[in-house]
């Protein structure tokens, strides 16, 4: 998944708690900041988070669940990339977004 710097990126939550009890989520954003724990939400109820990075890179968003009597997920991680280059081509943008949702045509072509 990409993104640009410093322009806030969307993220979609969701977990599903085996009891249906309320759960809080906790995300490691990867760049030294973190949501601390939020909620309590729904079991299964779909959140929406935001966060704008400053820097370009790559960075490992690290979320935990726990339900209302304490019990912890394993944490979840998605990886995002704030590219060093943005381009401007809407070509090269088309491929890149195509290397982006099928990763084996990168594979294939490294």
């Known amino acids: 998944m990409t993104g640009k710097p410093r322009e806030l990126s969307e993220y979609k939550i ?4 085996y009891q249906g009890d309320n ?8 760049d030294e900041t ?3 724990w939020i909620g309590p939400y729904s ?5 929406t988070m935001n966060h704008t990075w400053n820097a370009r890179g790559t960075y490992s ?6 339900d209302i009597y304490s019990y912890e997920s ?8 704030m590219p060093k280059i943005y381009i401007h081509n809407p070509i ?3 491929i890149m977004k195509m290397l ?8 294939i072509l490294n």
């Open 14 to 17: 969701v977990t599903t708690d």
């Open 23 to 30: 759960v809080e989520y906790y995300v490691d954003w990867g």
């Open 34 to 36: 973190n949501s601390d």
């Open 43 to 47: 079991s299964g109820e779909n959140i």
């Open 61 to 66: 968003i690290r979320v935990k669940a726990r």
């Open 74 to 81: 394993d944490w979840t991680t998605l990886e995002v990339s």
């Open 92 to 94: 090269i943008e088309l």
């Open 100 to 107: 982006e949702r099928f990763p084996f045509f990168e594979k």
